[in-house]
């Protein structure tokens, strides 16, 4: 059975830097596109960014842009998330998904509604 799981959350002060991964196991086959997403207290969930294994193609929400960059290591089935300069406000849980057939990963955030297959989620907390 297919599932993603999230590592690498924790407790950073404001300009610190955390690295987040989302290992898939099982059948990756259906993973050609995996979005990372959050979710703060009383908000609804966010698209963060996403990467395609197929085109290399990207995706940043304009909240994260030049702070946030994904990547993709095919060989050993894991999506990382490196995020610098944290600010408090990127506080939340941070989810990992895979993409549902039909979506492109483009440019902007990634839409929640079009991902499936979500992993546990991870908390990351900036605060001084």
């Known amino acids: 059975q297919s599932q993603l799981v999230e590592s690498g959350g924790g407790l950073v002060q404001p300009g610190g830097s955390l690295r987040l991964s989302c290992a898939a196991s099982g059948n990756t086959s259906p993973y050609h596109i995996i979005g990372w997403f959050r979710q703060a207290p009383g908000k609804e969930r966010e698209g963060v960014s996403c990467?395609?294994?197929?085109?290399?193609?990207?995706g940043y929400a304009d909240s994260v842009k030049g702070r946030f960059t994904i990547s993709r290591d095919s060989a050993k089935d894991t999506v990382y998330l490196q995020m610098n300069s944290l600010k408090p406000e990127d506080t939340g849980v941070y989810y990992c998904?895979?993409?549902?057939?039909?979506?492109?990963?483009?440019?902007?955030?990634?839409?929640?509604?079009?991902?499936?297959?979500w992993g546990q989620g991870t908390q990351v907390t900036v605060s001084s």
């Open positions: 990467i395609s294994s197929t085109t290399w193609s990207t």
């Open positions: 998904a895979a993409a549902r057939p039909g979506y492109y990963c483009s440019g902007p955030a990634p839409d929640p509604t079009r991902f499936g297959s």
